[in-house]
């Protein structure tokens, strides 16, 4: 029987004579591809922070972060993302997540070799097969490469990109804070801002991709994304806790902090950063009162006595946290209430005294002793407070206003006031008539604060007048649209040259000039230049002055104060060293006179809150270690009845993987600070022998030099820890593996 149809069959295949080819001859040729197709990763590194959120979300841990060479700093971990294409599926979600839109996907799709480490590469800095990365050298070269010579895509060659997308996983408009509307807040005193629901914090709080950049941005290294993840498990006795490991005026900073930390957050620069500030407010709010929660132990009185002259920020943080090491504190406040200018700079619509207070008292209540009135230099003596204690910290801030040095400022009797002593009459309760018109000078908070004021003082028509422009404000820009929302008037580039007066010394107006900017030629902020002929009289009742304020070292012998001059170096053994009216210190805050410690705006020019508890801590590790010989005490600060699993949180920021010939990514400490050298390489046998032999001979070297140097204080890693420290961490992390692998 013949087959008709295999004879025919093969004759249908003329149809195809026509038609064009579905393969091609590559690489001669090269096909289009769709316009969504998930190709080969591409990362723009100038843009990459390094927060590491893509390698955290890929289910197949084809992504690391890699130190290659960049320098880390406050908003840039400086590591990068390494992609290893024997496990990546193409998924893109590292894509969808990535907050700063660096990373894409291309529309390459072709890529052989029979190396297989030529399929591990660093996008953005190194293209496929051009560099081995077998060592960390090979990666820090990767860095060195010039700008122009990088992998370069055109918009055109990507095909899955999320820089000009804002859905998808992540949400870059955070929950607005509700606020007192400007026409009814400035009838009174009442808070400004409502705070969070419990559900507006929790979507809030599930923001956080927990990166950890905040940490390094925050002077105080407080565990944000910790106590942020408490918020999102609803777990609020567990996120105070964590909170007054390393800040024991959470609440304040909750209200007033100048969150530096938001600066840094992933989403800063496509979005709104998430509310670190309004989170931690939310989480104090949710107690009356913080000793039926805080789980610190409190060491029995060692002996050791330390005087602390200031109740600041700064003063309060030593008495604390030295309390709980078992030292008798005692502090020695001049005004009647303590929290220095949080209280009495702060106005009350900002920061209510009663938020205040609740912190305050719970400090007494571990012990923290205070003197209220008393001044020290009048009510006692410097001297003695040196003879009595065995360590000093002083932390008086500044509280003493710069004159404006404007022509009839001298010869005023009534109507010139400074911003500081106007908010400090307010807040303790004094009347103060500002008249019907008030002029205020400076452009950073406090004058803000001053203007806000006196708006609240009665039908007061209130004008800032500030010699550059609007943006070159050192205030809070919503502190500055707060201000214009309750009907505060800006004239900016305007110079105040004489304060108007009648005949009995009573102000009556201010005469300033309009000024224009001018390139300074070094690449800084324009100044202003006077316009001739553009003089103006604002006619007024009062003027307020917020030019900057100083301390007052007048409690301070003059045998005890040094002034340090530009060509001078700081040392003198006898007294405290001062350099442009702010005291010297070193290492853990330590003043240049034996035993005296200071922290806070005399000593660090950030002039906020957090920095001057950040030098509180410091200085408390500096006490401790210098009155117990080099010996630190500790204390149990932690969450104790709590299921929070640090270790689940620390996993959460950034994932660790310690396989052979694998790069170990970026890591946090056990404190939640970043781990700069944690980018690890399996290295052969031999070269692993030779490290130990080195670092025997390292040791046997340290031990004979041990023997003929005395130190004050312990030396310290890279890390800040002590050997012992050191030590104690690493059995740590060895206890743990051993727990993960049962």
């Given amino acids: ?390 360590a000093v910290f002083i932390g008086i801030g500044f509280h003493d206003p710069y004159d404006l040095g404007l022509k009839g400022e001298k010869e005023a009797k009534s109507g010139v006031i400074s911003a500081v002593e106007l908010l400090r009459r307010v807040n303790f309760g004094e009347k103060v008539d500002v008249g019907k018109k008030v002029a205020v000078i400076g452009g950073g908070n406090v004058a803000i604060d001053g203007a806000r004021v006196s708006k609240r003082l009665g039908n007061v028509d209130v004008t800032i007048l500030y010699r550059r422009r609007v943006q070159d404000m050192p205030a809070d820009w919503e502190e500055i649209e707060g201000a214009e929302d309750e009907g505060v008037h800006i004239v900016p580039q305007a110079i105040p040259e004489e304060i108007m007066l009648d005949k009995n010394g009573k102000v009556t107006g201010i005469k300033y000039v309009m000024a224009e900017m001018v390139d300074d030629g070094k690449g800084g902020r324009p100044r202003p230049k006077k316009i001739e002929g553009s003089e103006k009289i604002l006619p007024i009742d009062t003027l307020v002055g917020a030019i900057g304020q100083q301390a007052d070292y007048s409690f301070l012998p003059d045998e005890y104060l040094f002034k340090t001059q530009d060509d001078e170096k700081s040392g003198s053994k006898k007294g405290i060293d001062t350099f442009w009216g702010r005291i010297l210190v070193h290492g853990y805050n330590e003043t240049t006179m034996k035993k005296v410690f200071s922290g806070g705006d005399m000593v660090n020019r950030t002039a906020d809150a957090i920095s001057a508890i950040a030098d509180g801590l410091n200085a408390v590790k500096g006490i401790d270690l210098f009155l117990q010989g080099g010996k630190e005490t500790k204390v149990n600060h932690s969450v104790t009845e709590s299921d929070l699993d640090k270790n689940k949180l620390l996993d959460k920021h950034y994932k660790m993987k310690h396989e052979n010939g694998k790069l170990v990514s970026v890591k946090l400490d056990l404190s939640g600070n970043i781990v700069t050298e944690s980018v690890k390489i399996a290295k052969d046998p031999d070269e692993l022998k030779k490290d130990v032999e080195k670092k025997e001979v390292n040791k046997s070297t340290d031990k004979a030099n041990s023997k003929d140097k005395t130190m004050s204080y312990p030396t310290k890693n890279t890390n800040g820890e002590t050997k012992k420290e050191e030590k104690k961490s690493k059995s740590k992390k060895k206890s743990k593996k051993k727990k993960k692998k049962k």
């Fill in 1 to 390: 029987m013949i087959d008709i149809k295999g004879i025919l069959g093969p004759l249908s295949a003329l149809k195809f004579l026509g038609k064009a080819p579905h393969t091609i001859d590559y690489p001669k040729e090269t096909k289009k591809t769709a316009d969504r197709y998930r190709g080969i990763h591409y990362n723009d590194v100038e843009a990459c922070i390094g927060c590491g959120s893509c390698g955290t979300i890929c289910e197949n841990d084809a992504i690391d972060m890699v130190n290659v060479g960049f320098d880390p700093n406050k908003a840039d971990t400086g590591f990068r993302p390494v992609v290893d294409y024997g496990r990546c599926c193409w998924c893109a979600l590292c894509v969808d997540v990535c907050p700063s839109g660096s990373l894409s996907l291309t529309k390459d799709y072709v890529y052989v070799d029979d190396d297989p480490k030529k399929f591990l590469y660093v996008p953005g800095l190194q293209e496929l097969g051009k560099v081995n990365i077998d060592s960390t050298d090979d990666l820090k070269e990767l860095a060195k490469i010039e700008k122009e010579n990088r992998p370069k895509l055109k918009e055109g060659e990507r095909s899955w990109y999320q820089k000009d997308r804002t859905e998808g996983l992540l949400e870059f408009n955070r929950v607005p804070m509700k606020e007192l509307p400007g026409s009814t807040r400035i009838k009174s005193f009442a808070e400004v801002v409502l705070g969070y629901t419990e559900e507006e914090a929790f979507m809030e709080s599930i923001r956080c991709l927990g990166c950890g950049l905040c940490i390094s941005a925050c002077p105080d290294r407080m565990h944000i994304p910790d106590y942020i993840q408490a918020i999102t498990e609803r777990d609020y006795n567990s996120s105070a806790n964590i909170i007054y490991e390393n800040n024991p005026l959470p609440e304040m900073c909750g209200k007033v902090c100048t969150r530096q930390c938001e600066t840094a957050c992933v989403y800063h620069n496509r979005g709104d950063a998430v509310a670190i500030r309004w989170l931690k407010r939310f989480t104090t709010e949710q107690f009356d009162d913080f000793r039926t929660i805080i789980n610190a132990e409190v060491k029995p009185l060692n002996g050791k006595k330390v005087g602390i002259i200031g109740a600041g920020p700064a003063g309060l943080t030593v008495g604390y946290y030295l309390r709980l090491r078992g030292y008798d504190v005692t502090i020695y406040e001049a005004l009647s209430k303590a929290g220095g200018m949080t209280m009495a700079g702060i106005p009350k619509y900002r920061f209510p005294l009663d938020s205040l207070d609740k912190q305050i008292s719970y400090m007494e209540e571990m012990g923290v002793r205070i003197h209220y009135n008393t001044r020290v230099g009048k009510d006692i003596m410097f001297d003695e407070i040196m003879d009595t204690y065995d």
